[in-house]
């Protein structure tokens, strides 16, 4: 059955998985882009090619999610993805089940901060990607041609709908702030590990730990990019080059970049959500 990792885009999915690849994969916990490979992105094309060939429409890709999840838990193993998808229904067609999904953990970051980075990663002006969060969205994954597999249709909707639809109706949830994996995240590591505990075995010590902490963390990832050991780029085909994905980071911070009404406008479109993460 499924673990997912689920978030909306750019709020910290691939620290998580960095985090959880060396916490599940390895004995010392030193973490490597390769790892990253064992947390497969779903939805992708590959596990779907066997089904259809509209990989642009989503209607046609959500008669498939339960088809493709059942074929992938044929095995009957605990598996882990990566997902942006929306946990809804389209046209009465689930995006998982009890059959398929064992348990989710979510990664929510502020959307304040949040808009800064989708607008670095997309390639769009502040406003532009206001919008991005603010309005329903379907994304087909990458852009470069090497990374074909995962341009498929996905539905990531708005931001508070990509966390509402996720966490108020999954009992198996563990939530993660993305600012709390800054602040304490010695504390969210252990919290990570005692919920992965009840679903499959996990070992976890001082040494481990402190290894997972320094080989994830920013800076490091960043540094791994910059020598071209990370694949996950987004393509500017603007200016025919790739986006650098470990941007700013921690240092990504709302109050020192955007604009007042902007601030305003993003709270009040997700005022109860904010309030109820405490974000406001």
């Not at 090619?49 to 009957?76: A, E, G, M, P």
């Not at 679903?199 to 920013?218: A, D, G, Q, S």
């Not at 080059?241 to 709302?254: A, I, L, Q, T, Y």
Request: proline share 1%; net charge positive; glycine share 2%.
């Amino acid at each position: 059955m499924i673990i997912w990792l689920a978030s909306y885009p750019k709020s910290g999915n691939t620290w998580l998985r960095s985090i959880v690849s060396a916490l599940i994969h390895t004995d010392n916990g030193i973490f490597n882009f390769n790892l990253l490979k064992k947390i497969q992105q779903y939805p992708s094309r590959k596990f779907f090619q066997d089904f259809t060939i509209n990989f642009d429409n989503v209607n046609d890709i959500s008669r498939y999610w339960i088809l493709t999840q059942n074929k992938i838990n044929l095995d009957n193993e605990v598996k882990f993805f990566k997902t942006h998808n929306l946990n809804c229904k389209i046209n009465n067609n689930s995006f998982t089940d009890k059959f398929n999904t064992l348990a989710t953990i979510y990664i929510v970051r502020d959307p304040r901060s949040l808009v800064l980075s989708i607008s670095n990663h997309y390639s769009k002006s502040i406003e532009e990607a206001e919008k991005f969060l603010t309005e329903s969205k379907i994304i087909s994954g990458s852009q470069k041609k090497e990374d074909a597999e995962n341009q498929i249709a996905t539905l990531i909707g708005t931001w508070k709908e990509n966390y509402n639809f996720w966490t108020k109706k999954n009992s198996n949830l563990l939530l993660i702030k993305y600012e709390d994996l800054i602040n304490n995240i010695d504390n969210e590591i252990e919290k990570i590990a005692r919920f992965l505990a009840n679903y499959v075995k996990i070992e976890l010590n001082e040494f481990k730990k402190k290894n997972i902490i320094e080989t994830t963390k920013f800076e490091n990832l960043k540094k791994m990019e910059n020598a071209g050991l990370f694949t996950e780029n987004a393509f500017d085909k603007n200016n025919n080059k790739k986006v650098m994905f470990f941007h700013k980071g921690p240092e990504n911070n709302w109050k020192n970049a955007l604009d007042k009404d902007l601030q305003n406008k993003i709270e009040s479109n997700f005022i109860n959500e904010m309030k109820e993460l405490k974000y406001i």
